[in-house]
């Protein structure tokens, strides 16, 4: 009998051990498109991919000038395109990220295209498509971690193991004490 309870126990020590958690992703200005239209409010296809593009804290002040804050970042540059003729643009692109401000890079320059932001969403209004930098402050790239759950974890599986331990150790209880009276 008890080399039963001592399978059965390690048995349960192993699944309480398989037991994982699903983190959330570190949060980052990661950028999807949610949606994009041409100057005409027609849907457009745009991509994003990652760019080698570099925007230094000194030059992003200097691209903000006084709408710099304190703490401002560059979640992300990403290269953003669209096969669109130039007559389609202005482009407007809504990005699913949690920057603040979008700066385009125009030939040397960057520009801000930003329209509107929410903290989860933010749109850009495009005359043409290049590098794109995601600007924002690292506690809004953090505060946005929420949309997913920190851990899908359920506390089901412990519940199930604290269950079967208990059962295991009655039982064990139960056949030790029969055992003593015979």
């Known amino acids: 009998m008890k080399k039963i309870i001592r399978v059965v ?22 950028a999807s498109v949610k949606g994009a239209t041409d100057v005409n409010g027609d849907p457009i296809t745009v991509n994003v991919a990652d760019s080698s593009v570099t925007l230094s804290t000194a030059d992003l ?10 703490g401002m970042t560059v979640l992300a540059i990403k290269d953003v395109t669209a096969d669109l003729a130039p007559g389609q643009f202005p482009a407007t692109v809504v990005f699913n990220s949690p920057a603040s401000m979008l700066l385009h890079l125009s030939g040397d320059t960057w520009e801000d295209v930003t329209v509107s932001s929410d903290g989860s969403t933010i749109t850009g209004k495009f005359n043409s498509f290049s ?46 004490s029969k055992k003593k009276k015979a």
Not at 13 to 20: I, K, Q, R, Y
Not at 61 to 70: D, F, I, N, P, Q
């Open 9 to 30: 126990m390690a048995l349960v020590m192993v699944m309480m051990l398989s037991v994982t958690a699903f983190a959330a992703p570190s949060p980052s200005g990661s």
């Open 61 to 70: 002040k200097a691209a903000l000038g006084s709408k710099y804050k304190e």
């Open 131 to 176: 590098p794109v930098a995601f600007i924002g402050v690292k506690t809004d790239a953090a505060a946005t971690a929420t949309t997913s759950q920190k851990t899908n974890e359920s506390a089901m599986p412990y519940v199930i193991g604290i269950v079967a331990v208990l059962a295991i150790a009655g039982a064990a209880v139960l056949t030790l």
